[in-house]
Structures are given as C-alpha cells and as structure tokens.
C-alpha cells in the first residue's frame, strides 16, 4: 500500500505562503477625498462610459466672438488651405466637420509612458463653438477619457491641432492602442497649422509657440491664470499625490485658451491664404511670405503682384533685397524678361552678385552684347573678390563667372574693356 501523497499547493497557496496577500481585501483603501476634488475646483460633471468614469468640462462660444482680432468662426473657403495642406478633402469641407484638439501630458518627450491627462477638444455645433475638455483624476481612468474623447470626435472628418502631426496624434493613437480602444484619429484628415506659421511669420516673430501666436498676431494676450507649458506636467503629479486641484484650475485656462487660440489661428490663416490682399495682412514680411506660398503652390501671377505689393510696404533693406532676389527669379520663370531685367538693373546698382550674373547671361545669350556681358561678369568678380565674403561664397561664384570671362575675353578679343570703362567707349 502507497503512502498518501502530498496534496499540491495552489499558486494562491504558495504566495500566501512566503506572505504575499491576494485579492482585494486587503488593499488599503483609497484616502479621505480631499475637499479640492476637480468639480470643487472646476465647473462639470462625472461622465459615464463602459470603461468608468471621467470628468467633463464644457465651455461655449458665440458664432460671432472674437478672439483678439480674429472671428473664431471660419467664413473664407478652404481652397488655398487644402492645395497648402496636400489635402483634397479639406475642399468645401463644412465648419462643422472639424475638431480643434490640444493635449496636456504627463511628460513633453512622447513615448509610451507619456500619456494624456487632459484633452481639449472643440468643435462647431448649432451655430455656437463648443468646448470640452476630458480630464482623469487618476491614471486608471485613461480608458474612459479615451472614450469620452472618441464619443466626441466620431462626428467629425478633419481634425487641426498645433504640432499634431508630431505629437499629440501620435500619442492618442499610442494610448487607444495600449488599451485595445479603437483609435478615432487615424482615419481623419489632419491639418497642423505649427508648418503654416513657420512659413507664415519665421521672418517676422522671433516665436512660433502657439500662445507667442496669439499674442502677436491675433493680438490676444492670456490672463494671470496662465499656466507655462513646462509646469504642466509636474502640477499633475503633485495632485496625483496631494489630491488638491486648486492648481490645475490654471491648466484647465491654458489647455482651453489653446483650442480657443486654435480656432481663431485656424479662420485667420485661412482667410490669408483666400485673401493675402486682405487688410488683415499689415506686415510687408507677412505678404512676402505669402508670396513665397503663392508661387511654391505655383500660383505664379498671384506671388508676383504680392511680392510687389511687400516691397511698396515698410520692409527693411536686407529683406527687400531678398525679396527683390525671389521677385525677379520668378519673373524669369513667368517669360517676363523685362521686369526681371529691371529689378536685377537696382540690385546690380546695390552691389549684389546675382543680379550682375544674371545680367551677364541675359546680356551674353539674349542680346548677344558682349561686351556688356563681359563688364557685369567683371562686375560680378570684382565684388566676389571682396575679403568680407565668406570663402564658400566666393568659391561658388568665381567658378562660375571667371570661365564666363575667359570665355567672353576670347569671343571679343584682346581689346576687351576692362572693370571701369563706360560701354558707350567700346568701339
């Protein structure tokens, strides 16, 4: 007869074991609710999904308010927006079809343990613009902030944000993935006006942050409630541990000052593209850099009359001369010889190399002057020799125009005029 033998042990068995408790009961429980929970702190209301709760706040908009000088409410049409953008379906897309989104994050470098704590989101809706912001009290309610926020945006087709494309859509998608949620971003069209207000004022602001934006161009400063970016992420987390939102109620301004400023940004830049002779556009810079859109979208008869409106505006010298430089160029391209030439006459006369380059070819193989495109060659050598060049430059067109002089010096002969002699001597 075999001895009995042992009975296995469970793994529940073998934890308890070595002292390790299982189960939910004997969990500590969660802390006193501190008297400055967020709906102490912020107007809104718990908000029931399959996932659990989140916290909703809601803000709206009247069809004709203003943020600064900018109607909230897009009325120009979205065809320069959509040719700029890449983006055919942006094309008679109604207000209604976009989402405005901003996200305020546990960290500012992306990657999987970053996620979103706050969600802004706005869109256009019964003739009013309307703002929710979804907010978690607790990184265990992500999954219902994820579907509060696809609830939200499923209605809609396109989605604009401000340095979206590089992080917050990757991010939510990032998130919604995590939690095996269906990603209501992915199928959206997107446009991210960070791009646009790099070309649009790069040579005019010495900022391009959304809220340096605001300010600057839709001439509406924030208040004191305002909370800088960098903060964000560490005023979270000392909720996290405290449980006191009074400080988050200047995040919850900030990430709703983003979507208004979105918004507003959103209808401004459109119109300028629409309308780049529009009154809103003051700044000589900004409708050279209209100009410089128009003629890369190869709306070549546009770029050329908002290039000459800028130069008849308040520009400084170095950039009415690269503007004049971009002008002329496209002239060139557009058949239109006779304003190139006459633009690269004033450059030239201001000692700039390329217009005397330029004129040496057009003299050389359009007029077959010669000794007119010797002199603008030696012209062109003569500055390019100056020691406040820098050697690069130098090099790049001494080349050039040196076997441009050998080569003219041999067609005309040994008596060739020299740097200084008036063309009206050459025999």
Not at 43 to 48: E, L
Not at 223 to 244: A, K, Q, S
Not at 392 to 397: A, D, K, L, P, T
Request: glycine share 6%; net charge negative.
């Amino acid at each position: 007869m075999t001895a009995d033998l042992p009975k296995p042990q469970s793994l529940a068995d073998k934890l308890r074991s070595l002292g390790v408790k299982t189960g939910a009961a004997d969990l500590p429980t969660r802390g006193p609710v501190s008297r400055y929970e967020i709906d102490a702190v912020v107007t809104g209301a718990y908000h029931p999904t399959p996932f659990g709760e989140t916290f909703l706040h809601d803000e709206t908009y009247a069809a004709d308010y203003r943020h600064g000088l900018a109607p909230i409410s897009p009325s120009a049409p979205l065809d320069l927006l959509s040719a700029w953008a890449g983006d055919a379906r942006l094309r008679g897309m109604p207000v209604e079809s976009f989402a405005f989104v901003d996200t305020e994050t546990s960290g500012l470098s992306g990657g999987t343990g970053t996620y979103a704590f706050l969600v802004g989101a706005g869109k256009f809706q019964d003739g009013e613009f309307f703002l929710r912001q979804f907010f978690m009290r607790d990184p265990s309610e992500e999954p219902a902030l994820l579907h509060a926020l696809a609830e939200f945006l499923a209605p809609c087709e396109s989605l604009v944000t401000y340095n979206g494309k590089a992080f917050d859509a990757p991010l939510l998608n990032t998130r919604y993935t995590l939690h095996a949620i269906p990603t209501p971003i992915k199928e959206l069209s997107h446009v991210d006006l960070l791009p646009l207000a790099r070309r649009l004022w790069r040579d005019r602001l010495p900022s391009r942050t959304l809220k340096y934006i605001e300010e600057n161009v839709l001439g509406a400063p924030r208040t004191d409630e305002e909370v800088p970016g960098y903060e964000i992420p560490y005023l979270y987390f000392d909720y996290l541990r405290t449980r006191d939102a009074r400080p988050l109620k200047g995040i919850f301004y900030h990430n709703a000052m983003d979507i208004v400023a979105l918004a507003a940004l959103f209808s401004h830049t459109a119109l300028m593209l629409d309308d780049p002779f529009s009154e809103i556009v003051q700044h000589g810079l900004d409708v050279v850099a209209l100009a410089k859109l128009h003629e890369d979208l190869h709306r070549w008869d546009t770029a050329a009359r908002l290039y000459e409106h800028g130069l008849s505006m308040d520009l400084d010298e170095p950039d009415f001369w690269t503007a004049v430089q971009r002008l002329s160029s496209l002239q060139k391209r557009r058949g239109d010889l006779e304003a190139a030439v006459g633009w690269w006459e004033q450059a030239a006369a201001e000692g700039h190399i390329y217009a005397h380059v330029e004129l040496a070819k057009h003299y050389e193989h359009r007029l077959r002057d010669y000794p007119m495109a010797l002199h603008h060659t030696r012209q062109a050598i003569l500055l390019a020799e100056a020691p406040s060049l820098p050697g690069y430059v130098r090099q790049h067109w001494l080349a050039e125009m040196e076997h441009r002089q050998n080569r003219l010096e041999s067609r005309l002969g040994k008596d060739a005029p020299h740097p200084g002699i008036p063309e009206s001597d050459v025999s």
